[in-house]
């Protein structure tokens, strides 16, 4: 087993301002946690649609300016909830204003719900696919060149600028949560340094991860370079013990960063016994 990274995740969903505020944070005073995570969404998930869900980039930036190590992003922005161009200028944007901590967490989208709701143009899969595709090379463009023309099926660009840059280079980190062999690992392999499994058995992570790893070797990426991460749930009994039991299995099959996903209502008492059970994976 590798030695691992830990990670949490707060959803900005059915909760208060207060109580994210509070266990980010804590999670700034805790060495073991080097990243903190929302997601982008407009309503919640997997609980009534109905209720409460804050807006994931405003909520994660103000987390950021109320801590000091903590890396930050979004687990993930589905790309047609902005357009690529809109993106980048928030995304170097964020990196200055923390320091040079945030990790650009993207996915190709898949909400049906709110995107009817919204009027956003979700398309089948192979329009989300390309659509993505387009998306991922714009996007690095513009957080790394002078310029960007581009001519897509969905975006076009003509000499489009994006300054100031980040802080990190040649540009933050692109974190590509999903699971898509054919399309959206491929793209991850092209355009991330990071890949996020949303969860689930060592043996389907092992097997998404070999599906990366071939796309890798055809498009002349080195493996190594891309982080592997998968979400830990922690449940509402508080069963540290199990968070740790998942992290290690997954950690045997070549998973880095452990996120482990707190549930609501949120609350800053979690992250001394969350902590303590996964020390020993360090």
């Known amino acids: 087993m590798r030695v691992m990274r830990f990670a949490i995740k707060t959803s900005p969903q059915n909760t208060e301002w207060a109580d994210m505020l509070a266990v980010w944070q804590a999670a700034d005073e805790i060495e073991l946690f080097e990243s903190g995570w929302t997601f982008d969404h407009f309503y919640p998930i997997h609980s009534d649609s109905t209720g409460p869900c804050l807006e994931g980039w405003v909520t994660l930036t103000a987390l950021a300016q109320a801590t000091k190590r903590l890396r930050v992003g979004t687990l993930v922005s589905g790309i047609h909830y902005r357009h690529p161009a809109l993106l980048a200028n928030m995304a170097a944007t964020l990196d200055i204003v923390s320091g040079g901590r945030l990790e650009i967490g993207i996915g190709a989208g898949w909400n049906e719900e709110e995107s009817g709701a919204y009027g956003m143009r979700l398309g089948s899969l192979k329009e989300r696919s390309d659509r993505f ?3 991922c090379e714009v996007l690095v ?11 897509g099926e969905h975006y076009e660009f003509t000499e489009a600028r994006c300054e100031p840059k980040g802080v990190q280079k040649p540009h933050p980190p692109i974190c590509i949560g999903g699971s ?5 690992l491929r793209t991850t392999a092209k355009y991330a340094q990071h890949w996020n499994f949303v969860g689930g058995t060592p043996e389907e992570f092992a097997r998404k991860r070999d599906v990366l790893y071939a ?6 990426r080195v493996p ?4 592997l991460s998968s979400h830990v749930r922690l449940g509402p009994d508080g069963d540290y013990a199990k968070v740790a039991e998942q992290a290690a299995a997954l950690g045997e099959v070549g998973l880095d960063l452990a996120i482990v996903y707190l549930p609501p209502p949120h609350t800053p008492a979690v992250l001394e016994p969350l902590a303590k059970a996964l020390a020993p994976l360090l």
């Open 133 to 135: 595709e387009e998306a």
């Open 141 to 151: 463009g513009l957080l790394t060149q002078e310029t960007t023309t581009f001519r």
């Open 180 to 184: 898509g062999e054919k399309r959206t």
């Open 215 to 220: 796309h890798c070797e055809d498009v002349g």
């Open 224 to 227: 190594s370079e891309i982080t």
